[in-house]
């Protein structure tokens, strides 16, 4: 059975909500964060102490949004979009979109001003909110006249950027995100794959969630 190490609302989050969306089975271990030091034995198990940390028989997984696209490439490609269709580099590059453009200035910002937090590096966490706020014009022009990012359809790539915004929220600064994007949110954490992943991620260490 696949299993998924995970911190409440990280990036771990990504892969648990496709999980909980292709209502596969799987086995998940909830850990206190950062798991590297609070987690005794997880270095062992990734040597990154990173999550997400994810296994499905052969295959060792890191990256959130990587292991979406592995989960719809082989288990169900209603979630993706395929390389026949016209939106499907429009998708990809939101799946890239979603870590590279958006989650990377967030995580500075988290660090500077609440992991690390000092009068300096608080100044520079709060040029990176600016950063990133101005890097959602893009998804704010998409979402203004479009139900989701790609192929008018939820995909993974709604899950990937979803999760950036989510990650907005929970850091303070989603009240600087334009209506469109707002409501856009509101959509996504509707939907009941989304409900799932957090009563998930709320249960003990090693739970299993059969199907």
């Not at 009240?175 to 989304?194: I, V």
Request: hydrophobic letters at 35%; a negative charge; aromatic letters at 14%.
């Amino acid at each position: 059975m696949m299993k998924l190490w995970h911190c409440k609302d990280a990036r771990s989050l990504r892969p648990l909500w496709t999980l909980e969306e292709m209502q596969l089975d799987y086995d998940l271990e909830v850990m206190p964060f950062p798991p590297r030091f609070l987690h005794p034995g997880y270095l062992e198990v990734n040597v990154l102490g990173t999550v997400p940390y994810f296994v499905d028989g052969e295959h060792h997984m890191t990256e959130s949004t990587g292991i979406c696209h592995y989960l719809v490439e082989k288990y169900n490609q209603g979630l993706g979009i395929q390389p026949s269709e016209p939106e499907y580099g429009a998708y990809l590059n939101w799946l890239y979109h979603s870590d590279a453009t958006l989650t990377f200035p967030q995580t500075l910002y988290l660090r500077y001003t609440q992991l690390e937090p000092d009068e300096t590096k608080a100044l520079v966490g709060e040029d990176y909110k600016k950063w990133y706020l101005s890097r959602l014009r893009m998804l704010n022009t998409r979402v203004t006249d479009h139900e989701f990012l790609a192929a008018d359809r939820f995909t993974i790539a709604d899950i990937a950027c979803g999760y950036a915004l989510y990650l907005g929220e929970n850091l303070g600064i989603s009240e600087f995100y334009k209506p469109p994007t707002l409501a856009y949110l509101e959509r996504l954490k509707g939907r009941p794959g989304f409900a799932r992943a957090q009563q998930a991620q709320a249960t003990v260490q090693d739970a299993s969630h059969p199907r």
